[in-house]
Nanobody, 124 residues
Framework: QVQLVESGGGLVQAGGSLRLSCAAS????????MGWFRQTPGKEREFVAT????????SYADSVKGRFTISRDNAKNTVYLQMNSLRPEDTAVYYC?????????????????WGQGTQVTVSS
């Protein structure tokens, strides 16, 4: 069983920054791609960013491109999401997830393990 634990969420003013972390309890962390998604009440979970198993390939939603950066440290079994120039519309619960494969994936169905989520609130 893979456990993913997110941290780093909180309340920030528009234009500010936050860094989310996701720690994985698995020895096979480095073999799989990872992703970040977000969700607001009444809406479907939305893709944010994904990173390949070695970290050499990343992909972002258009809404966060140029502002967010996904990275990973396979020695620490951790994936990160650096969020800069935050906007009120970035307010959501952010989830990390482990992919079923090693590439990059933007569909939620391509992920098999999910964290519990961390709340990010951006005030205007």
């Amino acid at each position: 069983q893979v456990q993913l634990v997110e941290s780093g969420g909180g309340l920030v003013q528009a234009g500010g920054s936050l860094r989310l972390s996701c720690a994985a309890s698995t020895r096979t962390f480095s073999s799989y791609a990872m992703g970040w998604f977000r969700q607001t009440p009444g809406k479907e979970r939305e893709f944010v960013a994904t990173i390949s198993w070695r970290g050499s390939i990343t992909s972002y939603a258009d809404s966060v491109k140029g502002r967010f950066t996904i990275s990973r440290d396979n020695a620490k079994n951790t994936v990160y999401l650096q969020m800069n120039s935050l906007r009120p519309e970035d307010t959501a619960v952010y989830y990390c997830a482990r992919a079923r494969g090693s590439g990059t994936y933007s569909q939620a169905g391509s992920y098999d393990y999910w964290g519990q989520g961390t709340q990010v609130t951006v005030s205007s």
